[in-house]
Nanobody, 111 residues
Framework: QVQLVESGGGLVQPGGSLRLSCVVS????????MGWYRQAPGKQRELVAG???????NYADSVKGRFTISRDNAKNTVYLQMNSLKPEDTAVYYC?????WGQGTQVTVSS
């Protein structure tokens, strides 16, 4: 059974940074793509960033140049480095892998 565990969320001031992590267990990791999504109150869940099995990233326009997705296949982990955070980045962030969602981690950007 595939399980995803996210960590790294929290409260940060505008302009600050956070790094989210998502550890995968119960599956071969390296051959599958992964994604980070987010859902703000009252809004639909949206793709933030994805990464292919070979490490090629793609980003939502709203986070390009500020967020970086990466993966460490030796640790079965995907990361989302978030810099220059804005209040509109406030949301619950989820990782997604092989049709499975993590439990989510709250990111709040506020002064």
């Amino acid at each position: 059974q595939v399980q995803l565990v996210e960590s790294g969320g929290g409260l940060v001031q505008p302009g600050g940074s956070l790094r989210l992590s998502c550890v995968v267990s119960g599956s071969i990791f390296s051959i599958y793509p992964m994604g980070w999504y987010r859902q703000a109150p009252g809004k639909q869940r949206e793709l933030v960033a994805g990464i292919s099995s070979s490490g090629s990233p793609n980003y939502a326009d709203s986070v390009k140049g500020r967020f970086t997705i990466s993966r460490d296949n030796a640790k079965n982990t995907v990361y989302l480095q978030m810099n220059s955070l804005k209040p509109e980045d406030t949301a619950v962030y989820y990782c997604y892998f092989r049709a499975t969602w993590g439990q989510g981690t709250q990111v709040t950007v506020s002064s």
